[in-house]
């Protein structure tokens, strides 16, 4: 009978060890499966991150571009635009071609884009000095050196101040000689 016993726990055992096996076996397999898996996400974390950074380059450059091509749009643009003004409550409409015709003026610095102006209630640029001089002013843009100041003394003083606010030193260096 103990012979019978031993040889029933010698089946058992090696049924309990077989089934350990197995089950240690497929438990391995589970690690393996998964530790796999877990290797397939790090990779495409690490693909997903290589993406995000390429598109963030591409928004930068984009972004970069934008401001280059309104730059562009600017300058090309520039010379056609009508500029109307409101200089001390006189309205003037000029195109910034004149505007600009003197690089180192005040007004080329005022219309080159990098300032931003005031503008009225009506959307006129607004420039805070003499309206009825500044007449004197654009005709000088418009007509260079054929320009012929006017007789009045007093007029010609407040003229010549205009310009020298505005920075029109070409001028007054004509006006001078």
């Known amino acids: 009978v103990q012979a019978k016993k031993r040889k029933t726990d010698s089946i058992n055992n090696t049924e309990s060890s077989d089934v350990t096996a ?3 076996s497929k438990y391995q397999l589970k690690v393996q499966e998964v530790v796999g898996k877990i290797n397939e996400l790090t990779s495409v974390e690490n693909q997903f991150k290589q993406i995000l950074r390429q598109v963030n380059e591409l928004v930068s450059m984009e972004k970069e571009m934008k401001g280059e091509s309104e730059q562009i749009n600017k300058m090309t643009t520039k010379w056609n635009d009508i500029v109307h003004l409101n200089v ?9 071609d004149t505007l600009t015709k003197y690089q180192g003026s005040m007004l080329f610095s005022m219309f080159s884009g990098r300032f ?3 503008k009225d209630e009506k959307g006129r640029v607004f420039i805070d000095r003499d309206g009825i001089s500044f007449r004197y002013v654009l005709e000088y ?8 100041l006017p007789d009045d003394p007093h007029m010609t003083k ?8 505005y920075g029109l030193r070409c001028f007054i260096q004509i006006v001078h000689f």
Do not use: H, P
């Open 141 to 148: 843009l418009r007509n260079g050196d054929e320009w012929i």
């Open 158 to 165: 407040i003229i010549l101040q205009e310009f020298a606010f």
């Open 22 to 24: 197995s089950m240690s």
């Open 88 to 96: 001390g409550g006189v309205k003037y409409s000029t195109s910034l």
């Open 116 to 118: 931003s102006l005031k």
